[in-house]
């Protein structure tokens, strides 16, 4: 399914800005994201992407302009949003099983809830079953991979039906096997349902088939549109307001030559994990 261009905005920015001290993040950031939409966040450490899911998620108050969810402010807690936080593996040793962590999911913010009730259990091994962790679902989380830790924190993401999934980094510290394993589910999610998806990332390259558009931040300002708009040359210099080279190579893109010193954080391609566009 491709983004219906007609149909009313899942998610709005409207005049949106951000900052902390005198630094700004963002300003004058307009932004309509349709559903089934796929939106990657670029750009270097420190550029305000953690920052931006936190003000979908009613987190983080904007300094000025508005987000709207489907055309009402957002507020904390909202079940329509789906959010895969930014998160290490989880150690051996913590007391939970994989179907716990989907469950948490499922049941929300109301703790207390019998977790062994029916028609948690039954909807639990929906989603597991959804992200491919049946075979594992009674596993010891700690003792699972990252890659396998992760579709189980996708099935949380989606336990509550999501309109709108957030991702944060989520293919962080996964193998390229596991990478492409996790943003495919993430993909499907969203043909199948229609669900837009704004994904945080550093490397674009394991979903830059399945992008549509690209929001990159970078010295205190943003640029939007889609990947051949935003990735190129000319664009990215300007924006960092210092020459960088965006390079190609097969269907990869290599953003080179952003200063290690930049005043807004440094850049994420490290040469020795060989990875792309930041
Ligand atoms: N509550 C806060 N108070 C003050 N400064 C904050 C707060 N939250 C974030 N910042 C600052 O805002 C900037 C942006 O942080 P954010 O986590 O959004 O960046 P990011 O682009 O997600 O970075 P990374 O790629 O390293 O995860 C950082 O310099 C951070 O220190």
Redesign the pocket.
């Known amino acids: 399914m491709t983004p219906d261009s007609a149909a009313a905005p899942v998610l709005s920015f409207a005049d949106a800005s951000l900052g902390?001290?005198s630094?700004i993040?963002w300003r004058g950031l307009d932004l309509n994201i349709r559903p089934g939409e796929f939106l990657a966040v670029l750009?270097?450490?420190?550029?305000?992407?953690?920052?931006?899911l936190k003000t979908i998620l009613g987190q983080?108050k904007l300094d000025s302009g508005s987000v709207t969810l489907a055309g009402a402010a957002v507020r904390h807690g909202d079940r329509r949003i789906g959010y895969i936080p930014?998160q290490k593996l989880i150690p051996a040793g913590v007391p939970l099983r994989g179907r716990d962590l989907v469950a948490l999911g499922v049941n929300g913010h109301r703790f207390g809830v019998p977790l062994a009730s029916r028609a948690v259990r039954r909807r639990v091994d929906e989603l597991l079953a959804d992200v491919g962790a049946t075979a594992y679902g009674d596993q010891p989380v700690g003792e699972l991979s990252g890659g396998e830790q992760q579709r189980l924190r996708v099935g949380q993401a989606l336990a509550g039906d999501p309109v709108l999934l957030l991702c944060d980094?989520p293919l962080l510290s996964l193998d390229l096997q596991h990478q492409r394993g996790v943003s495919e589910l993430i993909d499907r999610r969203r043909r199948e349902h229609n669900t837009a998806v704004v994904f945080?990332t550093?490397d674009v390259n394991p979903v830059l088939g399945m992008v549509d558009r690209i929001l990159y931040?970078a010295a205190g300002q943003f640029r939007e549109g889609t990947p051949a708009e935003v990735l190129r040359s000319d664009v990215l210099s300007e924006l960092y307001g210092t020459p960088v080279e965006v390079l190609r190579s097969g269907e990869r893109v290599f953003v080179a030559g952003v200063p290690d010193g930049h005043a807004e954080?440094h850049h994420h391609a490290d040469p020795h994990r060989g990875e792309g566009a930041s």
């Open positions: 902390f001290g630094r993040l750009g270097p450490n420190g550029s305000g992407k953690t920052s931006l983080q930014q980094e945080v550093h931040l954080g």
